[in-house]
């Protein structure tokens, strides 16, 4: 039996890949990733949501690793108590508190200011919330891990914002066309890019101090699969 692993990108799903644990990428189609978790789950020990994640909260920095109590979607879901710390105590200096997920990317920082007043969640992603509906549907363990890749104060530029496909790899081309429409987001965009590659190389770091199983209910199971 395996974890299931939903994030957003080809490159994170590489990333988490192992013995044990299936990655999914959503590419921010809430529907298609919900349908391939529901999919696996009979066969699943338990559902984690990891991955990168903008910041919601003042403070946080790209590279910084928040650990979710709570996620807040269609509803609030708590998540695994025992996973979460075992999580935590992985990831030195990780955020401990409550995370939201949405269908739609939270790209200017004015949205992401009043979306942290509101909800008062650390960080926003895009798969989060389906990964709960999912793990309470088929009664599994739910954990959520992120690593932020942008700043709660940074606004995206919109080269940045239509770069994912909906199967979770890069449009390059759509980034192009973006960029040939308005070149003055060159500098946001490149900005964005060595932010978002420190969250990557955060997520590779952290995947290796959580070991095995993602810190999953039976990651110490050497029967584990």
Known sequence: MTILAATGLHREARILAATGVQPIPGGGDAARLEAELNRLAPSAR?????????????????GDWVVAEMVLGDEAAATDAAWAARLAAALPGARIGTMLGQDAMAAEAAA???????TGALTVDMES????????????????????????????PQAACVGMRPDGGVDLPAVLRALARAPWQLPALVRTGWEAELAFRALLRGHHLIGPGLGGPGAGDARAV
Do not use: E, Q, Y
């Open 112 to 118: 992401k200011a009043a979306l942290h007043r509101a």
């Open 129 to 156: 919330h389906v990964a709960a509906r999912v793990a309470r549907r088929h009664g599994l363990p739910l954990a959520v891990a992120r690593v932020v890749s942008d700043a709660a104060r940074r606004t995206l």
């Open 46 to 62: 338990g559902i984690i949501s990891i991955g990168i994640a903008g910041a919601l909260a003042p403070g946080l920095r790209p």
